[in-house]
């Protein structure tokens, strides 16, 4: 495997250090103090300020990246921990008055292009909601989050033999054999429950912490303050009131209806848990791939891609050739997946814990839809800071992926029934999830504009959210278990606020769908000239540059979920 490329520099060293203060506080330096006198100079002095940011940004992900994958290296997490603690804390002030730099700058109105417009937008929300005293606060809560991986990277039990992930211990959710199925779900959640009173810990230290930074920075409650930081200019925490309300009219419905037709194909009088990853028909597990294979695994996603562009195909040859793939589940890597931008080299990595399932085929394809973005965005895009779409957007490049792919899972499979299989299987999780968002959604709200409240009023509300937007699940029996499910939500630790744009995203997504039914090739052409426009627009116009409408009201929610729900029935 060949390093990630690095492009030639034009302002930081070739030989510069990114672990070293010393080493980036003169750059720095030089920016601040640097003349400009002219519009000219001012574009000259972004594109420094642009390469030196994503030389650090770029080291600073690397040692994201190795503390995920090796969750149990002493030595690992110390280089982490050493750039949250030793660099960015000094980087963050650093930045800011760079920031303010150009705000302030009498050339910076001159500056025609509207891709600077957004840039001044962004920057200005930055410098709004920047207060030196929050620093060390994020980095206590970044400690915290990194506690919290590896609580949950640390999770392995031992079932039927073999001392296993829970994210393979996921795969006997699939087995025919209820008793299986049974014994497989009631041994991942004893292992959680050992943790469950430290997960609440960890999670009544966050909200604190949060709280103040909202007030640090003058705003009523974290909410308030989040939708600043995540630059959520286009709609409101009413809008995602509202959007759940539709779910719970539109969708809830549906999902109950899939619940009854469940039951009745598997024969059971009470839907549990452990029936609803199983084939309805109670068919073998799909197997995709052999999960020892992950070779196979990149070749036959390579493939798909190649099915929808050759071009798609190459790019993605591109992480596997210059070792940005991390794919197999095994003991001490943090659970989940993501897709993650390195800015200098203009390369993305890709990290799953793959065990063989068709859900680990959907979410290499997602995060490949992440990668295809990136490196659209960064290939038309000199300035790092203009590269990133807002995520509602981001999520539609992968969700989309997803959509477009699934028509495609023939290449994972030998027979025609199974694709078939797949692509239900897909459907129906595309209409699942949409409760589930709300219900992520809805419980964040609650959370932090009711600081203070008491481990019994979280419990009350997420039961009341789950009996709200659930199916038709008994969990008798396994009461504590559905109480502290949310825990398994990596996104209330790492990112609170970031998930409502999956619901807003898969709407562009399913748009994109029924666009592809009737003309593919204008549909994959429509997506990748959204993909190159990275940050630079505004988020309805990258919708709208997609050939897609930024909805999420029931006008555009109802056809489309109707459209996803008759193509599932129309195959079972």
Avoid at 2 to 15: E, G, Q, T
Avoid at 35 to 41: C, F, G, Q, R, W
Avoid at 78 to 107: A, N, T
Avoid at 114 to 139: C, G, H, S
């Amino acid at each position: 495997m060949l390093a990630s490329p690095k492009p030639a520099r034009r302002f930081v060293p070739a030989d510069f250090d990114p672990a070293e203060w010393s080493q980036i506080e003169p750059l720095a330096q030089q920016l601040q103090d640097r003349a400009i006198n002219s519009p000219d100079e001012l574009v000259n002095w972004l594109l420094d300020m642009s390469e030196l940011s994503g030389v650090v940004d770029e080291y600073s992900c690397r040692r994201y990246i190795d503390k995920s994958c090796h969750t149990d290296d002493a030595e690992i997490k110390k280089r982490y921990f050493h750039f949250v603690e030793e660099i960015e804390p000094k980087l963050k002030p650093v930045f800011f008055e760079l920031q303010k730099r150009f705000l302030e700058s009498p050339h910076h109105e001159k500056l025609t292009d509207p891709r600077y417009a957004m840039l001044t937008k962004k920057w200005q929300a930055d410098v709004d909601v920047f207060r030196p005293a929050n620093i060390p606060i994020e980095t206590q809560i970044t400690k915290l989050v990194t506690e919290y991986d590896e609580i949950s990277g640390a999770m392995m039990v031992d079932f039927r033999g073999s001392h296993i992930t829970l994210s393979q211990l996921g795969r006997f959710q699939e087995e025919p054999d209820r008793d299986t199925r049974k014994e497989a779900f009631e041994t991942g959640l004893k292992r959680r429950m050992e943790d469950r009173e430290k997960i609440d810990d960890l999670f009544d230290q966050l909200l604190p912490l949060r709280k103040q930074i909202a007030e640090n920075a003058g705003f009523p409650d974290y909410r308030a303050y989040t939708w600043k930081v995540l630059k959520r200019f286009d709609y409101t925490p009413e809008d995602c009131t509202k959007f759940a309300d539709a779910i719970e009219k539109s969708i809830v419905p549906l999902v109950r209806e899939l619940d009854q037709k469940r039951k009745a194909d598997l024969g059971i009088d009470v839907l549990r848990p452990w029936d609803l990853a199983v084939d309805p028909k109670n068919r073998k597990p799909l197997h995709p791939f052999d999960p020892k294979d992950i070779e196979g695994f990149v070749n036959t996603t390579k493939q798909l891609f190649e099915r929808l562009s050759p071009a798609l195909a190459a790019e993605f040859e591109t992480l596997r050739t210059h070792g940005n793939l991390d794919l197999d589940s095994r003991k001490g890597k943090q659970p989940g997946g993501y897709q993650i931008s390195l800015d200098e080299s203009k390369q993305p990595f890709i990290f799953m814990n793959a065990a063989g399932s068709q859900r680990d085929v959907e979410t290499l394809i997602h995060e490949g839809g992440h990668a295809f973005h990136f490196i659209a965005a960064a290939n038309a895009e000199p300035l790092t800071f203009l590269r990133a779409a807002p995520m509602e957007f981001c999520e539609v490049a992968s969700m989309a992926m997803e959509a477009l792919s699934s028509e495609h899972f023939d290449l994972f499979y030998k027979s025609e029934e199974d694709a078939q299989r797949a692509k239900q299987s897909y459907l129906e999780g595309v209409i699942r999830f949409f409760p589930w968002m709300a219900i992520i959604d809805q419980f964040q709200h609650w959370l932090y504009t009711h600081p203070g409240h008491t481990r019994d009023e979280r419990k009350a509300t997420w039961l009341g959210l789950l009996d709200r937007f659930g199916g038709s699940t008994s969990w008798e029996g396994y009461e504590a278990g559905r109480e502290s499910s949310w825990q398994r939500q990596l996104h209330l630790f790492h990112v609170p606020f970031y998930y409502v744009e999956y619901g807003i995203a898969q709407l562009g997504a399913m748009q994109m769908w029924l666009k592809a039914k009737q003309d593919p090739r204008q549909a994959l052409a429509n997506y990748r000239a959204a993909l190159k426009l990275g940050g630079t627009k505004p988020l309805p116009d990258l919708f709208s540059a997609a050939g897609l409408k930024f909805d999420f009201t029931p006008r555009t929610i109802d056809p489309l979920i109707r459209a996803v729900h008759d193509d599932l029935l129309s195959h079972g």
